[in-house]
């Protein structure tokens, strides 16, 4: 290996480096920093409004931060945004698709504008079809119109994967995912990662975080209150949630609160 090869391997695959955002002097990201390293797959997960989905929209050029970058396998996200993109598939919170095509024409049309092939394109979509189990509402014609909100996450991250990125970021994939989805949703994961690829996944559910990935951060109120491997971050607790917890603070239900639910 050269020493040039050396750095580039060096290279965080996903840095945040101080994103800052504030909306009506609420500040929603302050100076969040994080390092993804190559190969990885990070939970990140937070309390509702932490600021994870703010975050993970500057950190892939959906949302302008007011100070701060973010870079995708050392490339600037914001001065050299379309070779940034290029390593990057992204699953973003509140996915808006086009309502009146089948998945089919729905890749078809992604493929096209990521510069791909057609026959190149229509080869990965009838795989990826097949794999999330969405090749039979292809046949028979249904329009994403029609999707499940489980349907659309999986057409989401088909879009995400059509053009072989290295990097992927994805809010909270698994959200109304059924069981037999997520398998195999995980499985598309590990072997991605497998592969050299990293992963970013937000998400509110502990177990899952735990259970997949193999670095985790944890944010509250726009900061980054832990971040490390998972056995780094979890320490001495038993569990993932406990030290979340820990951290985030819980409001104890006292025993007067809501009598008026007991018969």
Partial sequence: MTSTEARKGDVPALELDAL??????????????????????????????????TSLSMAVGLLRPDSGTARVLGVDVWTDPVEAKRHLGVLPDGLSLPER????????????LRGLGRDLTRTRAKELLQV????RAERDGVLVAEYSTGMRKKIGLATALLHAPQVLVLDEPYEAVDPVSARVLTAILRR???????VVISSH???????????????????????????????????????????????EVGEGDLAWLSS
């Fill in 101 to 112: 095509l089948t998945a089919g024409e729905l890749l078809d049309y992604w493929g096209r």
């Fill in 205 to 251: 559910v502990m177990a899952l975080v735990e259970q997949l990935t193999d670095r985790v951060s944890i944010i509250a109120d726009g900061r980054v209150l832990a971040d490390g491997t998972l056995g780094e971050v979890r320490g001495t607790d038993a569990t993932l949630e406990d030290t979340f917890v820990r951290l985030v603070g819980a409001r």
């Fill in 20 to 53: 800052t955002k504030t909306f009506n002097e609420t500040r929603a990201a302050d100076g969040v920093s994080l390092a993804v390293p190559r190969g990885t797959m990070l939970g990140l997960v937070g309390p509702n409004g932490a600021g994870k989905t």
């Fill in 192 to 198: 991605f990662t497998d592969g050299g690829g990293t």
């Fill in 132 to 135: 999330l189990e969405l090749d």
